[in-house]
């Protein structure tokens, strides 16, 4: 079943400006990771934050996490047109380490 | 740098075929897993594996099959093909310890 559920399903913002994706799962977790996938390749591992962070940043992405709503966000700051791709949230739980995927959200960067 | 590289880029079979793809990674990891992906569901785990000869089911493994002979290699299986198997099938990896997968390329299989 899938943990994680993505929102927006699709994005399209102007080269420059910031996006955001929110996704938001079902059971506890041991941690949660963001991938992105351009388009016809394989996914690429973006963040991990564990369950006992808040936010965690790396370049121009940021990727907040919330235990009690159960739901993270990954924000892109000043896009890119390269930014374009589906960007998936995964899930690990406590017990386990097996990756967990939502649906994704497709982000389309204009240049 | 991790390389995960799988057999085809693109397959087409006919219905009732048996079907091979192969997973290939160079980084000696304990864990590889199958994964396939189709529009609205995401990534869903067929098989995984956390050591040679050993096999996990994921949560769609109906249809399929895996053999892990060596460390280095993950084959994924179906016995005979149907339509509905058309999807992107996507194997990662990952070592021991470590909590995120490295991915491969994908595998487009279309079966006719």
């Known amino acids: 079943s899938q943990q994680g559920e993505e929102d927006p399903q699709a994005l399209s913002i102007q080269e420059g400006e910031n996006a955001t994706m929110n996704c938001s799962y079902k059971t506890s977790i041991n941690n949660l990771q963001w991938y992105r996938q351009n388009s016809g390749r394989g996914l690429v591992h973006l963040i991990l934050?564990?369950?006992?962070?808040r936010e965690k940043h790396s370049g121009r992405l940021r990727v907040t996490l919330d235990t009690s709503k159960k739901s993270s966000s990954l924000l892109i700051t000043a896009s890119r047109a390269a930014d374009t791709a589906s960007y998936f949230c995964?899930?690990?739980?406590?017990?386990?380490?097996?990756?967990?995927f939502g649906e994704g959200t497709q982000l389309t960067v204009n240049p | 740098d991790v390389k995960v590289t799988q057999s085809s880029r693109y397959l087409v079979k006919r219905t009732g075929e048996k079907v091979f793809l192969e997973c290939v990674q160079d980084m000696d990891h304990e864990n590889m897993f199958w994964y396939r992906q189709d529009p609205g569901l995401g990534l869903r785990l067929i098989y995984f594996s956390y050591d040679v000869k050993m096999k996990e089911k994921g949560d769609i493994p109906e249809g399929y099959s895996v053999s892990r002979e060596k460390k280095e290699r993950f084959s994924l299986i179906l016995e005979s093909a149907s339509t509905n198997q058309t999807s992107m099938y996507l194997c990662?990896?990952?070592?021991?310890?470590?909590?995120?997968?490295?991915f491969g390329p994908g595998t487009r299989l279309l079966v006719l």
């Open positions: 995964a899930t690990v739980s406590p017990s386990g380490s097996r990756l967990t």
């Open positions: 934050i564990r369950s006992n962070e």
């Open positions: 990662a990896s990952r070592p021991a310890g470590v909590e995120t997968q490295y």
